[in-house]
């Protein structure tokens, strides 16, 4: 069964604090993802991986960073957390190829930020 | 601005009946179309998906139909559970930078489906 797993369920941070989100997928998948959903806004790409060590923008990137040293393993940081990143944060992987491009979504964690 | 667009934000219907969630795109590069559902404080789980060269796709309960010349696809479930009661995301397939098959998708903002008993 296919497993996207994320470090934490809710967490609880004080504005000006770093964050790290992680994020480890079993399925051995190419692509990582890392959203955010508020309400009204839908799902909005923060910044995507296709390859460890590879990392691209997504459509709203500023105010965070990404690492991806394992093919495995995908972490959002935010450098100093503000109070309008308070939201739920989720992580996704696919494969890279042209048979199907679902991509398979963590639980979520719900951040706060104070 | 929305290249994917779920104009309805929120859809009611009884138990037994169908519910048609509609989904319209504004890119006709777009050439697969996937909808997700999502319970709160859960992540999106995959429902069903269609590839642009075909215009019905069905999996027991669930039936997406994509017209292509009206950029316009729909999920019908039929019929209605309470279970089937969250928010539904349709998602489109970019192809563009498609270097190595890097694609990302491109949501809509999401129908909150609730399937009164």
């Known amino acids: 069964d296919v497993k996207v797993t994320q470090s934490s369920r809710y967490l609880v941070k004080r504005t000006g604090e770093k964050v790290f989100l992680e994020c480890v997928q079993d399925m051995d998948h190419e692509n990582m993802f890392w959203y955010r959903q508020d309400p009204g806004l839908g799902l909005r790409l923060i910044y995507f991986?296709?390859?460890?060590?590879?990392?691209e923008k997504g459509d709203i990137p500023e105010g965070y960073s990404v690492s991806r040293e394992k093919k495995e393993r995908f972490s959002l940081i935010l450098e100093s957390a503000s109070t309008n990143q308070t939201s739920m944060y989720l992580c996704?992987?696919?494969?890279?190829?042209?048979?199907?491009?679902?991509?398979?979504f963590g639980p979520g964690t719900r951040l706060t930020v104070t | 601005d929305q290249q994917v667009k779920q104009n309805s934000p929120s859809l009611s219907v009884q138990e037994g009946r169908i519910s048609i969630l509609n989904c319209d795109y504004t890119?006709?590069?777009?050439?697969?179309f996937l909808w997700y559902k999502k319970y709160p404080a859960e992540g999106p789980t995959f429902l069903i998906s269609i590839s642009s060269i075909k215009d019905k796709n069905e999996d027991g309960r669930f039936t997406v139909f994509l017209n292509k010349s009206a950029k316009h696809l729909s999920l019908h479930i039929v019929p209605s559970q309470p279970g089937d009661s969250a928010v539904y995301f349709c998602?489109?397939?970019?192809?563009?930078?498609?270097?190595?098959?890097?694609?990302?998708?491109?949501w809509g903002l999401g129908t909150s489906l609730a399937v009164n008993p």
């Open positions: 998602a489109a397939s970019d192809p563009k930078g498609d270097a190595g098959n890097n694609r990302k998708l491109i």
């Open positions: 890119n006709s590069m777009f050439d697969y």
């Open positions: 996704a992987s696919s494969y890279r190829g042209p048979i199907s491009y679902e991509q398979y």
């Open positions: 991986s296709y390859d460890v060590k590879m990392k």
